[in-house]
């Protein structure tokens, strides 16, 4: 099955807008040339020094799919020079949260 899935990542709260300019370049760049995901794109917001990468990404379910966008996002970042410290918490966190929905709604 095909799933979009829309990720938004805080580079950083002091971010001068050219810095942010430099690196929405670099990262969408490196975000453009994955292949685990597709019909990609990235926005980004200034004001508030937020990315949002959109993709497609192809899985079994939902549980699958989180962590494939989620390391390409990663992937993106880390190619472009950026951090992504506290990522492996967070997946984990959402992981949980898709297949604790899932249960519930087999459940009904």
Do not use: C
């Not at 099955?1 to 810095?19: A, D, F, K, L, N």
């Not at 390409?72 to 190619?79: E, Q």
């Amino acid at each position: 099955m095909e799933y979009g899935i829309e990720i938004s990542v805080q580079v950083g709260r002091s971010v001068t807008p050219e810095v942010f300019e430099a690196l929405f370049d670099r990262v969408s760049d490196e975000f453009f040339e994955l292949d685990a995901v597709h019909d990609q794109d990235v926005a980004g917001n200034v004001a508030d020094a937020t990315l949002t990468f959109s993709m497609t990404v192809s899985a079994n379910d939902e549980v699958e799919a989180l962590p494939i966008a989620m390391a390409a996002v990663r992937t993106a970042i880390h190619a472009s020079e950026g951090s992504t410290s506290t990522w492996d918490k967070d997946i984990e966190t959402l992981h949980t949260m898709i297949a604790r929905e899932r249960t519930l709604a087999a459940a009904h």
